[in-house]
């Protein structure tokens, strides 16, 4: 990706962008964005922690992505059958998911050592967040040790992938509220065939994204 590629999400406005504060008094910059490409939004997020200093504040981004099927560093399989959604290689860890329109995506751009947290005790919080944010809609949802995400009923609502430089985090978690399921069904997703997926919308019809976007946001940040 070229210098200009790389610096043209600086130029897009975030729709919203406002400062929350933890529990600990840790204050995080947080952005709104809309409908943002992946390869660019990961490459502005990885030059972002690598560039980053102990001053620079922690910054949570929430979006959304055009369809894109994205392949973790761990991931060994593509889609089942050709398919016109393009399939890119990601940096974060884990196997095949699929992004679209509907989907909350939220970035969590931490230093760990101002959290005092680790790779495990982050995704415990990113899982915490969902269950605490669907709990809220009368949605009961729950954790697998053996596969790491967030289920209803025994269908994935939201997935998780991370990348950690030089002690920073980026990438988060994707939760399902009312999208196009279907391209789920072209691959195995996280890697565990014939998973089933799920979306808010027909769980609790009343729910928005931005009305989603906002729970999750609270509740994660309620954990930090």
Known sequence: MDIVT?????????????????KSNVSIDVKIYGELDYLLTQEAMARFSSE??????????????????????????????????DQVKSDRGGQITYH?????????????????????????????????????????????????????????????????????????????VDMDLTPFLNIDPCGYKGLKVTQIVGLKQNTNIQDASYLLLNSFVELL
């Open 100 to 176: 679209g329109p509907g989907q909350v995506v939220m970035y969590a751009l931490l230093n760990l050592r101002r959290h005092n947290l680790g790779v495990k005790g982050l995704v415990t919080k990113f899982e915490q967040a969902v269950i605490n944010a669907l709990a809220s809609l009368g949605i009961k949802a729950e954790r697998k040790v053996e596969a790491p995400g967030v289920y209803v009923n025994q269908a994935k609502i939201a997935a998780l992938g991370l990348r950690i430089r030089r002690g920073n985090s980026y990438h988060g978690v994707s939760l399902n």
């Open 52 to 85: 980053r200093d102990d001053s620079d504040m922690d910054q949570i981004w929430l979006l959304q992505h055009p369809p894109v099927y994205t392949l973790g560093t761990s991931c060994k399989q593509n889609t089942l059958n050709p398919s016109k959604i």
């Open 6 to 22: 790389s610096y043209a999400l600086e130029l897009i406005t975030p729709k919203h962008q406002f400062q929350v504060e933890t």
